[in-house]
């Protein structure tokens, strides 16, 4: 069983189904509310537990009814929640989801999701040394991103960086990490100058830019590579992400090649799409398994 740590955010997804995106100024009625666990951190543990990974989860939550409900959510789902603290006076993260229209749109507010400092991370830092694999995302705070970067490079263990949601990245963490997994907007913000050609190149198999139902595409050494998704019905793309990172984390942590473990970590991410909520259809290593024979 390989070992997973995730640094990262945990928080609480009110999701909103409606017909229709309301424009601005605009009022709209929608058909349903629910609220579901959620964090890209959250759902990347949650995920790389159901694959059968021994997951440690380093985050935050508030002292509030949701913090409760996520921490006993990870517990539930396998996840080893020693580093996952409540904050006194902060509320937990929340994400405002609409589902409309065949896809989805989020605002995240940070919340206690901010807490996850790096002195933080150093009290934290046990779960990382003893990792085959670390994942991290961007819904903490920049400097804790790096901070982990340089602890994992100092300790030896592989980083994933899944720079979503989208912001300017510090060149350190992009040089310390193994793999950086951004999607095609996500890629633009980490290399500003380079056409994503350009980048590929830069970076041979570490860059691997997701793109969508297409699947995803990294540099070789000699050629581009794109490894093609799976088509599925999709009735909620909300944490397709997150499935993807801490499936391919955990099929790299088990020493699969590069391109074994991007068609693993599709199957995964296309399965997850299936059903509601960020976790809802994140699925079993034994699903992912059946589904790829
Ligand atoms: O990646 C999906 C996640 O992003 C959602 O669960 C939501 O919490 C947002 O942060």
């Not at 990870?74 to 904050?87: A, C, Q, S």
């Not at 350009?198 to 794109?226: C, F, S």
């Given at each position: 069983m390989v070992k997973v740590t995730v640094v990262g955010s945990c928080s609480m997804d009110l999701v909103v189904t409606s017909p229709k995106r309301p424009q601005a100024g605009e009022t709209v009625l929608g058909s349903s509310f629910k609220t579901v666990p959620g964090g890209k951190g959250a759902n990347q543990a949650v995920a790389a537990s159901r694959l059968g990974a021994d997951v440690f989860m380093i985050g935050c939550v508030g002292s509030d009814h949701y913090g409760k409900e996520i921490i006993d959510n990870l517990r539930k789902n396998?996840?080893?929640?020693?580093?996952v603290k409540p904050v006194a006076d902060l509320e937990s993260g929340t994400a405002h989801i609409v589902l409309a229209e065949g896809d989805n749109s989020i605002i995240v507010v940070k919340g206690a999701n901010d807490a996850v400092t790096p002195a933080y991370v150093e009290g934290a830092k046990a779960a990382i040394e003893q990792a085959d694999i670390v994942l991290i995302q961007q819904e903490t705070p920049e400097e804790t991103v790096l901070y982990t970067a340089d602890l994992c490079a100092k300790a030896g263990v592989p980083l994933v960086v899944?720079?979503?949601?989208?912001r300017p990245v510090h060149e350190r963490i992009i040089e310390q990490a193994a793999y950086l997994t951004p999607n095609e907007h996500e890629a633009a913000y980490l290399f500003p100058t380079l056409r994503q050609e350009e980048a590929l190149k830069k970076y041979p198999e570490k860059l691997l830019i997701t793109e969508g139902a297409q699947g995803v595409r990294y540099y070789d050494g000699n050629q581009e590579v794109l490894v093609p998704s799976y088509r599925v019905e999709a009735v909620d793309t909300t944490g397709a992400g997150d499935t993807f990172n801490a499936a391919f984390a955990v099929a790299a942590a088990e020493g699969k090649g590069l391109e074994e473990s991007l068609r693993f970590a599709n199957r995964a991410a296309s399965l997850s799409?299936?059903?509601?909520?960020?976790?809802?259809?994140?699925?079993?290593r034994k699903e992912v398994e059946e589904h790829l024979s």
């Amino acid at each position: 069983m390989v070992k997973v740590t995730v640094v990262g955010s945990c928080s609480m997804d009110l999701v909103v189904t409606s017909p229709k995106r309301p424009q601005a100024g605009e009022t709209v009625l929608g058909s349903s509310f629910k609220t579901v666990p959620g964090g890209k951190g959250a759902n990347q543990a949650v995920a790389a537990s159901r694959l059968g990974a021994d997951v440690f989860m380093i985050g935050c939550v508030g002292s509030d009814h949701y913090g409760k409900e996520i921490i006993d959510n990870l517990r539930k789902n396998g996840v080893k929640t020693d580093y996952v603290k409540p904050v006194a006076d902060l509320e937990s993260g929340t994400a405002h989801i609409v589902l409309a229209e065949g896809d989805n749109s989020i605002i995240v507010v940070k919340g206690a999701n901010d807490a996850v400092t790096p002195a933080y991370v150093e009290g934290a830092k046990a779960a990382i040394e003893q990792a085959d694999i670390v994942l991290i995302q961007q819904e903490t705070p920049e400097e804790t991103v790096l901070y982990t970067a340089d602890l994992c490079a100092k300790a030896g263990v592989p980083l994933v960086v899944n720079p979503a949601p989208a912001r300017p990245v510090h060149e350190r963490i992009i040089e310390q990490a193994a793999y950086l997994t951004p999607n095609e907007h996500e890629a633009a913000y980490l290399f500003p100058t380079l056409r994503q050609e350009e980048a590929l190149k830069k970076y041979p198999e570490k860059l691997l830019i997701t793109e969508g139902a297409q699947g995803v595409r990294y540099y070789d050494g000699n050629q581009e590579v794109l490894v093609p998704s799976y088509r599925v019905e999709a009735v909620d793309t909300t944490g397709a992400g997150d499935t993807f990172n801490a499936a391919f984390a955990v099929a790299a942590a088990e020493g699969k090649g590069l391109e074994e473990s991007l068609r693993f970590a599709n199957r995964a991410a296309s399965l997850s799409v299936t059903k509601f909520g960020a976790q809802g259809g994140m699925p079993s290593r034994k699903e992912v398994e059946e589904h790829l024979s």
